[in-house]
């Protein structure tokens, strides 16, 4: 990596805090438990992920089994949000976008199977997973959760997009290397890492043909295309122009303002009557910019009757023809180069989050682009350490009285004795553990003996209103979601009975009551 993509995504870090961001933050959520949380949480930290002053709007998706998709999912859940902005703060959602509010809203759904058994120590909250840094939360340190490092990260792009409502999903950290270039000249823009259009080997080389891929031609527009081989993409893309750029898309996007509101009373009666199911790229972006032919044939290849893409496409065109006119604009799609060289940071799955997690104990210019974003300056931070611990170690707000600690992340952690090597601990309480390549995740053991821990195993504590707690374990080599039915590692419930389990589950009494269980184990220590 050149030294000047370093410096363009550290400039890009130091935007990616509280005092730069959006007007409004809309996250769209699995249920109502979900949505009382994170309203309540945003709300508390912000100036910190959200920027200070945001309005915050948390909602969730009561669709049918099968959702709204994220293109439906995203026109739903502004509704619901411009009617909760109403309700419980006055404030018109659509005035304030159409004189210039930038407004993001961030999705969350999924179990989150691949980083089982995390999201089940959260009560299915999967974005609440947490993260290696510390943020004062009601006058408590706690974790940075991974939604609020996605919304800290988004950050940077809000001074860029007033009047316009941005898109993204709730687990991916990205920095990106091409800087954080103004939105407008299109009605609608996706993120996408951009490189010049490459020969037919280069782009077998590069597998191109595994990604959804954004192309753009000559006067800026942009197109989407699935995953294709270079001979289909050209075939498809026949009718749009010399492409000069294409690259993987990032999924995320914006709206403007009009366009929204188009869409809004276009998709009327399906949001209405919650039925349907559209995503954005093969019901929005695919039907306005590529020609009937290919879109028809993409859509084939995914199993869609040919009448019915064919309907679509002619619906989505003349919803195109209609506002191109009323709008005065050309081309619909643009993109927004986020840069070949970015920085991504990936905590979807447990050997991602153990992978991204340690990164902060490595010495590279990306683990200083990683501390620098999470605030990292001092690795010992809010720390009592009578333990023997290496350079690489983090420790943060944490009291470990003796052991040895080498390689490892650990934040509120208290124990009397640690031996950690290669391993991450978060909000951990016990007399003693002993870890190597491990993950020890919301642990609080009261026994005398501690915790041994195998070597590349995982543990994480669930609680539960009402219930005695579970504990989960697990190991790095465990992937959640092929063993999602199984009771892996002589455990009474597997990942998917704690996820049912979680269903109905308030949680901010789970919180209180691990909290409750911490104190007691804390006071014996």
Known sequence: MSAADQAVMLQAISQMIGTVGYDAVIVCTSNIAQEKYWQKRLEATRGQAAREGAVILA??????????GNGLGTLYAYTKARA?????????????????????????????????PLPGSENN???????????????????????????????????????????????Q?????????????????????????????????????????????GDGDAAQVEKVSFAMANKLLSTFGKIKEVGPSLGSFSLSAALLFALLEEYGAEIKAKEAKFDSDPHFWMPMTLAEEAYVSVMESKGVASADATAHYK??????DTFTKENKCGGMLGCINAGTNCYWWDYGQLKLYQKNNLLVTKDSAEADALRQFLGMADRKAGSTIEATKDDASVILSSTIKAGSVKDSLCTRVTVNS????????????????????????????????GIVMPDGGVRADVFMPGHDKVVIKSTMETDGGKAWKVCVEGNSKSFEDVYKANGSVDIIEAQAMSAGAKEKVLAAL
């Not at 999705?107 to 989150?112: D, L, P, Y």
């Open 59 to 68: 909602v969730h998706e009561d669709w049918g089994p099968d959702g709204a």
């Open 84 to 116: 909760k902005a109403k309700a419980s703060f006055s404030i018109d959602l659509d005035e304030k976008m159409r004189t210039g509010w930038s407004v993001a809203m961030f999705h969350t759904a999924g179990k989150g199977t691949r980083l089982a």
């Open 125 to 171: 909250n999967k974005p609440g997973v947490k993260l290696p840094a510390i943020l004062h939360v009601d006058g408590k340190s706690e974790e940075l959760t991974i939604l609020e490092a996605v919304i800290r990260q988004t950050n940077s792009y809000a001074p860029h997009r007033k009047g316009r409502c941005s898109v993204f999903w709730g687990d």
């Open 173 to 217: 950290v990205f920095v990106p290397s091409a800087g954080t270039p103004e939105s407008g000249s299109h009605p609608a823009d996706i993120l996408a890492c951009l490189g010049p259009m490459p020969s037919e080997a280069e782009w077998t080389e590069k597998g191109l043909d595994k990604y959804g891929l954004i192309a753009v031609n």
């Open 315 to 320: 619906r989505m065109a003349t919803f195109k």
């Open 418 to 449: 640690l031996e950690a090597e290669g391993s991450i601990l978060v909000n951990v309480c016990a007399k003693k553990v002993v870890a190597k390549n491990c993950i020890l995740y919301n642990v609080i053991d009261d026994s005398e003996d």
